[in-house]
Structures are given as C-alpha cells and as structure tokens.
C-alpha cells in the first residue's frame, strides 16, 4: 500500500501543479496537454509515455486497493469477535476515513475518466481541448460538488495516508515524527487546495 501510494502521489502532484495552468489561459493550458503526449519524444513514440503512466496508475490503483481489502480482511481475522468495549476513538475513525475515502476514490477516477478523458459525461466534450471542457465542466453546480467533495475525500485519504506509508516504510522516528505530521498536513492542505482551486476560478468567473 505504502510503494502503490508514495508513486500515486509523486502523480497527483505533478497533476496539481499542470492543472493550475488553467489561470494562464486557454492556449498555455492546452498546449501543456498537448505537451503530456508528447513526452519522451524522440526516443519514444508519441503518446507512449502517456499510456505507460496510464498501465503504470491502473497497477497502483488496482494493487493498492486489493492490499486495503486484504489488510482489512486480516484485521478482521485477527479480531473476530467484536470488542467489549469499542477500540480507541482515533484508530476506528481514520480506518473508517480511509475505508470509506478509498471508495469515494475510486468512484471519482472512473467518473474524471468519463469526464476528461474519454469527454463521454462531460458538457461540452470537445476533443483536444481540456480548458474548454473544465470551464463548461465546472458550469454545472452537481460537477462542482462532485469535484470538491472527491477533493476532500483525498485530502483526509493522504493526510493519513502519508503517515502510515512513513510508518511502513521506517521514515518515522521520536525525532521526525513531528516532521511527518506536519509534512502529511502540509501535503494534504496543498493538494486539496491546489485542485479546488480550479472548480471554484470557474464558479466565480476568475477562469472563463
Ligand atoms: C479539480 C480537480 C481536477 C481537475 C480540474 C483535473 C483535470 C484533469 C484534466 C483536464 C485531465 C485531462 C488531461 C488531458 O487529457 O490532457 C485530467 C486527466 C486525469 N486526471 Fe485529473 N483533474 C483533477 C483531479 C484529479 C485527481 C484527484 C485525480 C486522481 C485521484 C486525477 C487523475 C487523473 C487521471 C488518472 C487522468 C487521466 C490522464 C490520462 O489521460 O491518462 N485528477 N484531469
């Protein structure tokens, strides 16, 4: 779970940062698009490294979903009896966050596929032109809120989500632990904020 989640998120934030070229305006935004197909050009053919990130994110999607049920499934073999008492407040609540988060997840790829990708849900759904469609995208209040509440589902999926591949991966110590924390905090904030950027610009008309 902690190697499939550290490369998701080297991608979510690589994704975060081209996404704010929305504010640059239509040509700088679709010509970045333009730009992610031809990567690794000459060497490569074009759009190759687009579908190998594309097989590369489906693997990390599928092999960590499958470790959350099969660590789940332990979790519940090793307990099967419900507790007397109910276990410690903070433990159940972030399984229950990230349970819960994984699945607003996934849900949301396959709609952002259908929407951005594919264009088969989105409004508009004009081939090669991503800013066209995230500005009629974000015109639909239902899209909106779609988007935000993914966005926070990610935000609170990575806050704990870095902390416990940190633990998996013996980043942490009584030293850096601090430092982990507020790493986590400090990712999941950025993350979070950086992509609703985008949906809210178009609602208030900053990106038109
Ligand atoms: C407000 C938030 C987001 C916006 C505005 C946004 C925007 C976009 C756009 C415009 C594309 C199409 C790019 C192109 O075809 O050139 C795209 C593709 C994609 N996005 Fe997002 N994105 C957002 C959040 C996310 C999140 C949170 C994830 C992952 C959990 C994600 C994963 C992807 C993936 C996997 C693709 C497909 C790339 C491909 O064609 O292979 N996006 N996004």
Redesign the pocket.
Known sequence: MAGTGVLMLLF?VA?MLG?LKVFFGPEEFNSY?GW?RTIGEPVLHASWF?WL??FG?IACVVLHGVAAYQLSRRDLAARPTRYQHRPPARASYATRTMRWGGVI?AL??VW??LD??TLTVNPLGKPHH?YE??VADFQVWYVNVI?IV??LA?GFHIRHGFWSAAQTLGANSRDRDRLLKVTANVLAVALTAG??A??VAVMIGVVS
Do not use: D, E, K, S
Request: aromatic letters at 12%; glycine letters at 0%; zero cysteines.
């Open positions: 979510l994704h996404n698009a992610l687009l990130q594309r994110l997840l949301f790829i952002h596929i951005l990708t991503p469609n995230v988007y993914a966005m990610l992509f609703i985008v949906p």
